[in-house]
């Protein structure tokens, strides 16, 4: 029986609540597809970091390495740890580290679940560049304090990356319904986003089966709310794409929706799973946060891991549970409620 080595990164707030969650339906659905899942828990997160004064220890990169996936809950507590450190003393570093240059957010209505607009027939998959661009991390301040003060945030584009996320997102859409739309501001951001307009065009001429258009990030916002249906795969920068999946995330119902996957695609280190809420420490601990878009991101995971079968059925269960009307409105159901209803609808169409 195929075995697969999982770290579990619960972090902060309801990233707990969602992370327990989520690995009840996938042993669940290992037990039922026929392969074992044996995970290692690790309590890295803004406790351990007032603890010790490191998100994580210094060799957490090398102990993740060894393993097939990582699950993440969420990472942040605002009140005791600048989120500019929880970020990029985790998250940020573990995506770098593993190549994890592909963010990929799927966003669609699933049965029951009420959206803000009047189209609900949309399916669309955002990819966002993962570990460059406008989150790089360059930059500086000097003169601090003084009225002369000086704050500058570089946005890092190289060729090989983002060349290989629009690569990525080609082939994405070979797999669905063969439409790319990339999405920059090349009328204001003369070099970096005119760089990656010049790359779209390139890369497309070795895609002629895929259609491309190239939007505006604030004409795309638009198209968005007004005509999601119109859209299939959406590729963007870190930043932009960071926005627009919020954005996605809204109309698809609200973040308690909204999965995604951190993926290394040549697999030379793992991918990361993790739900795209975050910590909400208001709700932390009272049983009451939306497990779904941990259970999703969980259905990504073992895609990613070539368990097919089991991902499909999990993504099936959600559907039949919402379709139920459960967990489809923010506080209607507490966490167990929807877990325990996914759980039964895993097991019934088992």
């Known amino acids: 029986m195929k075995t697969y080595e999982l770290a579990l990164i619960p972090g902060d707030g309801i990233g707990v609540d969602v992370t327990s969650a989520a690995m009840a339906v996938v042993e669940t659905a290992a037990a039922r597809h026929g392969f074992g899942i044996n995970s290692q828990q690790f309590d890295w997160s803004c406790a351990h970091y007032l603890e010790t004064g490191a998100m994580m220890p210094e060799d957490g990169i090398e102990t993740l390495r060894r393993f097939d ?18 970020l990029h003393g985790l998250l940020l570093p573990i995506r770098k580290a593993f190549t994890q240059y592909a963010n990929i957010r799927p966003h669609r209505l699933l049965p029951g679940v009420q959206g803000p607009l009047k189209a609900d027939a949309f399916d669309i998959l955002c990819i966002r560049e993962n570990t460059e661009g406008e989150y790089s991390g360059a930059g500086g301040r000097v003169h601090q304090g003084t009225l002369n003060e000086v704050a500058t945030e570089v946005a890092i584009f190289t060729r090989a ?37 010049e790359m779209t ?48 995330a809204a109309i698809q119902g609200g973040l308690g929706f909204a999965a995604s996957a951190n993926i290394c695609p040549d697999r030379s280190g793992p991918s990361m ?29 073992l895609d990613h891991l070539g368990e097919t079968a089991a991902a499909q059925a999990i993504l099936s269960a959600i559907e039949a549970a919402t379709a139920k009307g459960i967990g489809t409105r923010p506080g209607s159901h507490s966490t167990d409620d929807i877990t325990t ?4 609808a895993l097991k019934d169409n088992a």
Do not use: C
């Open 341 to 344: 209803a996914i759980l039964a």
């Open 69 to 86: 996936a990582i699950l993440l809950g969420a990472v942040g507590w605002p009140q005791t740890v600048p989120d500019s450190v929880s």
């Open 273 to 301: 799973f993790e739900p795209v809420h975050g910590s909400a420490p208001d709700i932390a601990g009272k049983g009451i946060a939306n497990p779904i878009a941990a259970i999703w991101s969980a259905a990504m995971m």
């Open 201 to 248: 065009r390139l890369v497309a001429q070795d895609y002629p089966d895929v259609t491309v258009d190239m939007m505006h990030i604030d004409a795309m916002a638009a198209r968005m709310v007004m005509a999601p249906e119109s859209l299939d795969v959406v590729v963007a920068s870190n930043l932009f794409g960071d926005i627009l999946t919020d954005l996605g």
């Open 161 to 197: 990356g983002v060349e290989r996320i629009l690569r990525f997102a080609f082939d994405q859409a070979r797999s669905r319904r063969g439409h790319v739309t990339s999405v920059t501001k090349s009328n204001a951001q003369k070099h970096s986003m005119v760089f990656w307009d």
